[in-house]
């Protein structure tokens, strides 16, 4: 059962391409602490129900040891590699970039990513290795071995670093990003700079948040649009041209997600999710490198 009915929209980049506005994600639920080798099948499974369903914009990361599963499942699918939009990550081979694109393609099957993104700014406080390493993206730009090259998890200060002398700005920067964790300065700086934003954790408010201040609105507006509070906050982040990443290993669930497509939030409806989003602080990822005041 194909999407047919309600195509997820596409966001364009700064560099010219398009990135489909929902997402599945392989991180989070899937993250393999243990042995890599070990093959998830249900994490397959899973990603292949994604894929079926109508999710072509498929996350992934080396640091979730899951892009083995991610590139097994494409490969199962049967839907052609140019119709999916195809992400992965570097920070556990951040010494060696390039080298660690090719691992990650290895796992993946595949020739090039869409996307590939530097995890996080955390691996050096030097402006000079910042730099250094996004000139190995470019490289790689350049290379064709990625589409579209951006970052995850940076503030405004790191991004400074890398706008001050680079060939292709970040066209992306992936964040946890939910009611209880807006970024205000940190989305208007992307704005003004070009870049476009993705979020992870999009679902936080109902899940790691239940029983905040955003629950009424939510379930107000769950009731009006005939969806479930989950849909309400992937549709706030869309309708702010903010692409949001999910995930789940029951279809049910995964179908619902996309009624997400169907319905588009008021610019009030909006404001109001914003207001009792603010009321509370939550970040639900990378608590240990956050001052945890610092809601950018």
Same mark, same amino acid.
């Given at each position: !059962?194909?999407?047919?009915?309600?195509?997820?929209?596409?966001?364009?980049?700064n560099d010219g391409n398009s990135i489909p506005m929902l997402a599945y994600g392989t991180g989070t639920a899937w993250y393999k602490s243990g042995d890599e080798s070990k093959l998830d099948q249900?994490?397959?499974?899973?990603?292949?129900?994604?894929?079926?369903? /109508?999710?072509?914009? #498929?996350?992934?990361?080396?640091?979730?040891?899951?892009?083995?599963? #991610? /590139?097994?499942?494409?490969?199962?699918?049967?839907?052609?590699?140019?119709k999916l939009y195809l992400v992965t990550k570097v920070i556990t081979n951040i010494a060696d970039i390039p080298n660690a694109l090719r691992t990650s393609l290895k796992k993946l099957q595949t020739d090039y990513v869409d996307l590939y993104l530097i995890h996080a700014p955390f691996f050096?406080?030097? *402006?000079?290795?910042?730099?250094?390493?996004?000139?190995? !993206?470019?490289? #790689?730009?350049?290379?064709?071995?990625?589409?579209?090259?951006?970052?995850?998890?940076?503030?405004?200060?790191?991004?400074?670093?890398?706008?001050?002398?680079?060939?292709?700005?970040p066209a992306i920067n992936q964040i946890e990003f939910h009611p209880y964790l807006q970024h205000p300065n940190l989305v208007k700086y992307h704005k003004e700079k070009g870049i476009a934003t993705s979020a992870y954790g999009p679902l936080t408010a109902v899940t790691k948040g239940a029983g /905040?201040?955003?629950? /009424?609105?939510?379930?107000? #507006?769950? *009731? *009006?649009?005939?969806?479930?509070?989950?849909?309400?906050c992937l549709r706030w982040a869309i309708d702010q041209d903010i692409v949001a990443i999910t995930t789940s290993s029951k279809e049910q669930r995964l179908s619902?997600?996309?009624?997400? !497509?169907?319905?588009?939030?008021?610019p009030k409806e909006i404001q109001m999710i914003n207001e009792e989003g603010?009321?509370?602080?939550?970040?639900?990822?990378?608590?240990?490198?956050?001052?945890?005041?610092?809601?950018?």
């Open positions: !059962m194909a999407n047919i009915h309600t195509p997820i929209p596409n966001l364009k980049l249900q994490c397959i499974d899973s990603t292949k129900t994604a894929i079926k369903l /109508g999710y072509y914009h #498929l996350d992934g990361a080396e640091v979730y040891k899951t892009e083995t599963e #991610l /590139g097994t499942a494409i490969k199962e699918s049967g839907v052609a590699r140019d050096t406080e030097s *402006k000079e290795d910042h730099q250094a390493k996004w000139k190995q !993206m470019e490289q #790689l730009k350049d290379e064709g071995l990625a589409k579209s090259i951006g970052v995850s998890n940076y503030l405004p200060e790191h991004l400074d670093v890398i706008l001050e002398n680079c060939k292709y700005p /905040g201040p955003v629950d /009424g609105v939510l379930a107000s #507006l769950a *009731k *009006k649009y005939a969806v479930n509070p989950g849909e309400i619902d997600y996309l009624r997400a !497509m169907t319905f588009k939030l008021t603010a009321k509370k602080h939550l970040r639900g990822f990378w608590n240990h490198k956050y001052d945890d005041n610092d809601r950018r």
